[in-house]
């Protein structure tokens, strides 16, 4: 079975053709593309959330990593997909989770000025002092963006 069907599929929203390819090749949910990314990272990096409750749905790990050490939160946080991030985190994605730099969830939140998901990743128990490995915390880079209204917010956490 080609993947690259199943993986574009997915990058579409197809939601119909995903079912199918799973129905036809259950060893798809297990596969990765070309840069180490699971069917459920990609799923949410694409915005794609009928698919990613789909896999859900199918059991799929929710913390698996691509190959730099992303989980699929991770990747939700990064591009601002809140509603993504709650099916994710109600799946019981770990939102303390590191990738392979030691970046958090948290702090891609912060650093790409995703507010309204570090206020959720906080209210999920996202810890505000774990410092990546430049040696800054949320707080750290939330000063540096000028998020003036997370600022007490995270002070009162770190």
Do not use: W
């Not at 698919?51 to 050490?69: A, I, Y």
């Not at 099916?87 to 019981?92: E, S, T």
């Amino acid at each position: 079975m080609e993947t690259s069907d199943f993986f574009n599929s997915i990058r579409e929203g197809n939601l119909e053709r995903t079912a199918s390819l799973l129905r036809e090749h259950p060893e798809l949910l297990t596969s990765r593309d070309q840069r180490g990314s699971t069917p459920l990272i990609l799923a949410g990096y694409y915005n794609q959330g009928e698919v990613v409750r789909l896999l859900l749905d199918k059991g799929v790990p929710v913390d698996e990593k691509d190959s730099s050490g992303n989980t699929a939160l991770m990747g939700a946080c990064f591009k601002g997909y809140t509603g993504i991030a709650e099916l994710l985190i109600d799946a019981g994605a770990d939102v303390n989770a590191r990738n392979g730099m030691g970046g958090t969830c948290l702090i891609f939140a912060i650093t790409f000025n995703r507010e309204s998901m570090a206020r959720l990743l906080l209210e999920k128990g996202a810890r505000a002092n774990v410092k990546d490995p430049g040696g800054k915390t949320a707080l750290d880079h939330a000063r540096t963006q000028g998020l003036e209204t997370l600022i007490p917010i995270l002070e009162a956490q770190s």
